[in-house]
């Protein structure tokens, strides 16, 4: 059953994107001594076809991982959609069906002298230990729960449409991750008190735009445009999807990047919310160095946030915001709004902040 419901909601949500080499790289090599000697779990990936395993078996002992653990669920719209690794003839590679595949080391196994992907074809295809059939891959699975307990660090892009599930089992075992999201998914009420309570946050790559491989005709002139501006052809399903983040709870160093404050508060260009003691910020690189109080700036901040130089208070949308105690508006929504010149707005999406160490001018 819970197979049927997760393709059911693939299916739905139309959340079948699969990531590029290129994009994995990008980010990954942030997070590399974080590896050394770990079991890592990529558990909504085909072996046989997924860019994740690719880079973590061409990686395995420049990285020191102990083990690495991919897993596919029965039926998964991934088998023979991503096609990324080419195995040629291999004729055994299992279809449609729920399977794991688990290494503990990567050798030069053909006698060429290097170790490559070539020698991972060669392991698949003759060590038949490696590789097992599962009852359905759902990561809800008893028997995937059990490889999660296994794991050190969760690698991969789950459904989209599950996101909320997803993190919810990672906290629950108490793993670390690395895991693609929607921008929009930090403003769900089970993800962004994760983010308020420094259990989870943005990845290096935050708010960017993916071109994925997926099932969807890319009919749209402009993301056909952006997509071959990248090196692809729309035409063979490419297509750009916008907003994507890396969620982590990794530490890197770019979450101890300071931001570069360069404005000074004053009363006129920056309102006061109506129903927040706040001000409003309209650009990150806008936020004053000397104000103490909170401020509500674009929720793009997510992505340069220090955690030594800002705490997160809330909110400004939605239940999250009245439970922030942002009172309802001139539209009787909990959003935050100001006044100017006898026009009130509500602002775009907004989180509150405080500056931990302000100037004092």
Known sequence: MANKNLNAAKTAKKDE???????????????????KDKVVL???????????????????NQLGLRKLICTCYNGSPVQGNELMIDFGDFTDEPKKIAYKVEITEVKDMNGDGAVDLSDVQYLLKNDKNVISTLKTGDFRDSECIELLKQSDIVVTNPPFSL???????????EKKFIVMGRMS????????????????WSGVGFNISVVYKAPYDNNLEANRKFVLSKGFNPDDN?????????????????????????????KDEYPTYDNYNAIDVGKVQDIPDDYEGVMGVPDT???????DQFEIIGLGS???????????????????????????KCPYSRILIRNKNPKTI
């Open 17 to 35: 994107f699969y990531t590029q080499l290129t994009d994995i790289e990008r980010e990954l090599q942030h997070y590399w001594p974080h590896f």
């Open 185 to 200: 998914a930090l403003h769900y009420s089970e993800i962004f008190p994760l983010i308020k309570q420094n259990k989870m």
């Open 238 to 266: 490419y297509i750009k999807v916008p907003a994507i983040c890396w969620y982590t709870n990794l530490d890197h160093n770019k979450r101890h990047e300071e931001l570069d404050l360069v404005c000074h508060y004053s």
């Open 163 to 173: 996101f909320r599930e997803y993190i919810a089992q990672l906290m629950n075992y």
């Open 42 to 60: 990529c558990n909504c990936d085909d072996p046989y076809e997924s860019n994740f395993f690719k880079y973590f078996a061409l990686r395995f």
């Open 318 to 344: 939605g239940d999250l915001a009245k439970q922030a105690g942002v009172k309802k508006n001139y539209r009787g929504r909990s959003d935050l709004a100001y006044t100017i010149n006898g026009k009130s």
């Open 301 to 307: 901040i997510l992505g340069q946030l220090n955690p």
